[in-house]
């Protein structure tokens, strides 16, 4: 099976950086995805890490450490818009139809 | 872009009911996924599929069925609907190449009285 923690909860300022850490445990780790959630909306997809190392889109960032069993999103100059739920996902190599273990999700508010 | 749909944002559903949750996807997928959401718990896989009239279970396919006929739909069929099935389901779909990422719809949040 699979084991995946994050943070239930973090507050952060407008203009801050928040970082998102995520732990898992798996047989067969083939990659780790972030998506983001607005209350009352669906998961839209925000970055994916197979390999180690750090994958920059604009102001979000992921990292990946595949020895450690960790993943972090790193979100900068934060907006009010930013507000939302974070959910990290693995893929398991051994898992039929390429399905995704999703984490509980860290629920970031972004305060003026 | 990707847009898979669902059927209702809201239902209301009795007691002993049985409901069913359709979703259409747009982009020739292969792969088709049911959750549902809840408080504290995270997104749940239900039951999936990788291919017309596959279907595999998820993490907690108890008290739900899934029919796939025609690649773009997936229905969700709650047998007898019951209230501690009352919940936010998500439908998502996903190549079987590249990164495999999961494209999410709308969403139907069930409410079971």
């Known amino acids: 099976g699979q084991n995946i923690d994050q943070p239930t909860e973090m507050t952060a300022t407008e203009g801050a950086i928040v970082q998102i850490n995520c732990t898992y445990q798996?047989?067969?780790?083939?990659?780790l995805f972030w998506y983001q959630q607005h209350a009352g909306e669906a998961p839209t997809f925000l970055s994916y890490n197979v390999l180690d190392g750090l994958e920059e889109k604009g102001r979000f960032s992921s990292f990946l450490s595949r020895s450690k069993g960790y993943s972090y999103l790193l979100l900068k100059e934060l907006q009010m818009k930013d507000s939302a739920s974070y959910l990290c996902?693995?893929?398991?190599?051994?898992?039929?139809?390429?399905?995704?273990?999703f984490g509980g999700g860290t629920r970031v508010l972004v305060k003026p | 872009d990707v847009k898979v749909t669902q059927s209702s944002r809201y239902l209301v559903k009795r007691t002993g009911e049985k409901v069913f949750l359709e979703c259409v996807q747009d982009m020739d997928h292969e792969n088709m996924f049911w959750y549902r959401q809840d408080p504290g718990l995270g997104l749940r896989l239900i039951y999936f599929?990788?291919?017309?009239?596959?279907?595999e279970k998820g993490d907690i396919p108890e008290g739900y069925s899934v029919s796939r006929e025609k690649k773009e739909r997936f229905s969700l069929i709650l047998e007898s609907a019951s209230t501690n099935q009352t919940s936010m389901y998500l439908c998502a779909s996903s190549e079987n190449r590249g990164t495999y990422e999961q494209y999410f719809g709308p969403g139907t949040r069930l409410t079971v009285t």
């Open positions: 996902a693995v893929r398991d190599l051994k898992a039929a139809g390429n399905k995704l273990t």
């Open positions: 599929s990788y291919d017309v009239k596959m279907k």
């Open positions: 798996t047989s067969g780790f083939n990659g």
